[in-house]
Structure formats: C-alpha cells, structure tokens
C-alpha cells in the first residue's frame, strides 16, 4: 500500500513540476501575458490552501481511498483539459478545476500514511511519501522539457493517461481505511490548539523560505554569475536529489538522533544554508550549499508532520493533515512573490532575511516542539 501511495505522491507532483519549462511557451500560444504564465502556476498551492481542509475532513468522516482516487481521477481530466486547451480563459479554467479536486489527494496521501503507520513507523512513512513528492519535483521539469522539445501538448496528454492509469491502481490495489469518527461518541478535539498552530507556522515559514530559494536562486544564477539553463537546472537537481536521499534515511538517523533534534537541526541547518547563500561568489561553492539544501530541507518535513501528527488522534488525522497542508500552501504561494519583491532591493535580501527567520524558529523549535 506504501507503494501506491508513494507513486501518488510522485505523480501529484511530477504534474506540478514538468510544466516548468513548457508553460511559458505553452501561454504565449494561447495569446497570454508572463503574469499569466505566473498566475496559472500559483492557482495549484492557492486552491490546495482553500480546499485541503475540506478534503481532508471529508476524507475522516468517509474514508481515505475515495478522496485519493477522486483527486487523481479529477488531476487526470484537469490535464486533458490544458492539452485540449483553445484559449487563455479555458486554460484558468483547467488550472483551477485541477487544483480543487487534486488537492483533496495531497492530505488524504499523508492521513492514510498516519493511519497505516505505528508511531514509530511513522517518521518512515511519511519521509517515503516526502520522497515520492521530492522525486516528483526534481523529475518533472526533464521530463516536460524532454517531451516538449518535441511538442508541448503531447507532454499533457501522456500525463493524462498517467494519471489516469494512477487513479485506476488506487481503486484496486489500495484499501480503504476505517475510520472510526469521534464525532458520534460527541467528543471533540481543538485541531488548531497552540501546539498545532505553532507547529503549522513552522511548517509555513519552512516552505516558504525553501521556495524562495529555490525560485530566487535561478534569478541569481542568470543575472550574478551569467549561467546557462544547464548549469542552472543541474545546481537545482543537486538539492533535490539529495533531498530524496535524506527522506529515504530518516529511518537509520532516527535510530541514532531524536526526532525533536533532527527537526531542530534540520531548520537551523537549512536556515545557515539559506543566510550563506547571499554573501557567495563562488558558483563551486553554490554546488555543496544546495546539497546542504536538500538534506536540511528533506529531513526537517516528515520530522515535523509526524511528530505533529502522532499527537493527533486517527479519526482527525485527515483534517488535520487538510489544515497543516494549506498552511505549506501558503508558504509556496507567497514564497516567490515576497522574495521577488526582496530580491528588487538587493539580490541577496532574499536569502539573507529568509536564514535569519529560520535559524530563530529553529530555536523555537527547540523550545516548543
């Protein structure tokens, strides 16, 4: 079942990530403007952080197989719609309807991990879930520019049939999960107490700063040190090939660290990473700091959901993961837009201020986690 759902994973975010290349030629086609093209790739985190609460608690009161084959079914037919796509206004429309029902993947994904998962499983689980999301970014974007050298709407189609062949394996081969609701027994647990909240600010600023680093760090690679696509798309593959590695060895370093310090450390380290991003003028350098990157970012995620999540019980697990998603949501949406407004001022601001927030939540951690 971990299988499934780590192709689930894979492919939710394989889609997110392979129009990367494609869609600014793909938009001009149509007739639209680069603040389309913008516009069009934020609608996904936007309609996650409005829906993923509401998938996620329908998904405790009905279960979790549905929803995780609704949202694939529904990410199939979005595709079709952009590869069938005749105007600027039809594309919104396939954008917007895609990131609606896909988003009610996302949480129930990780709700049925939990479920699925002994406390002290949990961890794993969740960082080969991560793995599967990881793996989906860093192979997208080769992919979409691979089948779109040759043409762009062939790249839509073969994700269609994907996607399609996807949500047809979650129908047969996963079960569902029976979810005893606590709501018949009128008894109710504060899904957004203080602990929650804080943990879900962390996990906000985390992806937000993590975000714009991954975006504002091509602007700094074309503009500061002159680099071609190649160069640029293989600095940004190393953080995220070693992101994945690290998610896959959450189980070994949790046998030797606790989960609270590697949460921690993960932060502060990603935190430092980020701050020294902005004073480098070395591009060799760039290749380990973005190594650094990847490990500190892929280890402190499923750290954090699953020790959220273990103090969450199994019938708010999905709601849950619906609110803690939407806070993720929010830090992807606004991430590139905030950084973009710092990166005006001056290109390092970005990184500078991004490694100062994060290495005073990593202290917080430690405090509150």
Known sequence: MLLILFLTAFNLFLGFSLIFPIFPSFVKELNGSPSDVGLLVSIQPLMQFLFSPIWGKLSDKYGRKKFIFLGMLGYAISFYFTAIANSIE???????????????????????????????KR????????AGFGLGLVIGPFIGGLVGHFDIRTVFFVSFYIFLLNALLVQLFLKEVKVQTLHSKKLKFNLLNSYVLFASIVYLVILLCATAMQIILGMLLTYKFHLDTLNIGMILGIGGVFGVISQFSIGPLLKKFSEKSLIVFSVLLLGITIFIVGFVNNVEFLYLLTALYGISFGISQPNLTARVSKKI????????????????????????????????????LPYLISGIILIIFSLLCLLWI
């Open 313 to 348: 019980p199994d019938e708010y697990q999905g709601e849950f993961m619906g609110i803690f998603q939407a806070f993720g949501s929010i830090g992807r949406f606004l991430g590139p837009i905030l950084c973009s407004l710092l990166y005006q001022f001056h290109p390092s």
């Open 123 to 130: 961890n794993v689980s969740l960082g080969i879930i991560g």
């Open 90 to 120: 039809f594309l919104y429309f396939a954008r917007i309807f895609g990131g609606i029902i896909s988003s009610s993947a996302i949480p129930t994904i990780l709700a049925y991990a939990s479920s699925i998962s002994s406390n002290n």
